[in-house]
């Protein structure tokens, strides 16, 4: 179903010094991300024309062959830069089947060297296409910034909503590892149609807040088009009620102009669930032929910020429902392992690291 009453949030009033005008915003933010999870954006800075020109530029670098894109990627930064090929991510809920996409991502800001140190793979050095794509690269670091700025202003909005000191989201994302992706979803062929293959299975974003400026349908002749049918597209799931124990599937409807702004898991662990980070899909459209390209910018904790509930929502649920505390460093550590990106031995860095240290000290004193 197609729900319109999902609220939209001004920025220009999130920015307004009249209270009225915050107020507003407030009250839209605190329905949006508390009901559905998410909140379409207006008043916002991004440059959505300059979408179509960035999209036809990964369009270039996508079509090119395995061996000219081999170079960007980074299996060993666990694909946190550069190119990730089709059939790599899976989601946690999708029994081992990766999603039909292949996909790019890049930092837009420089990074924080001391939180680089020590989580190398989240902080890896931007890469780029050799030869370059003219304009890609340009385009990408604009898109991504002005999502990113877009961002701080719903997070200050977010905290006011909460009645929190304004600061209270944007001062843990400070240094934290912000990175963009854009996205092609693949076309299926005859074959594939109807087989349940999904472009994004259903999951939630391990993040603080996710921001999608909208994406484009290509027709089979590869011309930007629109939806292909009713099939395919973002669905998103509300918050279970005792009405509704699944939640409702909604399709995203995003007002013309609007980017769309998503809770992550961060955001609903800091929240005590307050916040709600909404499972969501991409479905594949029921003709061959299609593809669809999107973008996202991520919001990040800083990886050494603690994960859990913060004081005004530490309720025994909350405690029972996000313990025990972890760094959002580590808990990024865990999500990439289980969604495929980050190998299994990342895992052995979470804990005690050096048994086989006594045995090696004893066996020298043996010999
Ligand atoms: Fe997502």
């Excluded at 024309?49 to 060993?76: D, G, I, M, N, W």
């Amino acid at each position: 179903m197609s729900d319109p009453t999902i609220p939209i949030v001004d920025l220009n009033d999130v920015s307004s010094s009249d209270p009225a005008a915050r107020a507003r915003a407030s009250a839209a933010l605190r329905e949006a991300f508390g009901t559905y999870g998410l909140v379409y954006v207006t008043g916002h800075h991004v440059d959505r024309s300059a979408l179509q020109p960035f999209y036809k530029t990964f369009r270039e670098f996508v079509a090119r062959s395995v061996e000219q894109k081999q170079h960007c990627l980074r299996a060993s930064d666990w694909y946190q830069r550069g190119w990730t090929p089709p059939n790599t991510e899976t989601a946690v809920a999708a029994g081992g089947q990766p999603d039909f996409k292949e996909c790019y991502f890049a930092a837009p800001h420089a990074r924080d060297e001391a939180n680089a140190s020590q989580y190398r793979e989240l902080y890896p050095e931007n890469v780029w296409p050799e030869p370059p794509v003219p304009g890609f690269k340009e385009r990408y670091l604009e898109l991504g910034s002005s999502l990113h700025d877009a961002g701080v202003q719903l997070l200050i909005a977010a905290a006011r909503a909460l009645d929190l000191p304004e600061d209270t989201f944007t001062r843990v994302i400070e240094g934290g590892a912000h990175v963009t992706r854009v996205l092609d979803y693949l076309p299926l062929d005859e074959k594939q149609v109807g087989t349940g293959i999904l472009w994004g299975e259903e999951h939630t974003d391990f993040n603080l807040l996710t921001l999608l400026p909208g994406g484009q349908f290509y027709n089979p002749a590869g011309e930007p088009s629109a939806r292909p049918d009713d099939k395919s597209g973002l669905y998103l799931r509300t918050r279970a009620t005792a009405e509704h124990p699944q939640g409702l599937r909604v399709r995203g409807a995003v007002p013309e102009g609007c980017l769309v702004a998503q809770v992550g898991q961060q955001l609903e662990i800091l929240t005590g669930g307050r916040f709600l980070a909404t499972p969501h899909e991409i479905t594949a459209p029921g003709v061959p032929g299609w593809s669809r390209l999107s973008s996202a910018h991520f919001v990040h904790m800083a990886p050494n910020e603690v994960l859990f509930p913060l004081a005004p929502f530490r309720s025994p649920e909350a405690v029972a429902a996000y313990a025990p505390p972890v760094l959002a460093g580590t808990y990024a550590i865990k999500t990439l392992v289980d969604i495929g990106l980050a190998p299994r031995t990342a895992l052995d860095k979470l804990g005690y690291r050096h048994y086989d240290r006594l045995d090696s000290i004893k066996a020298a004193e043996r010999a």
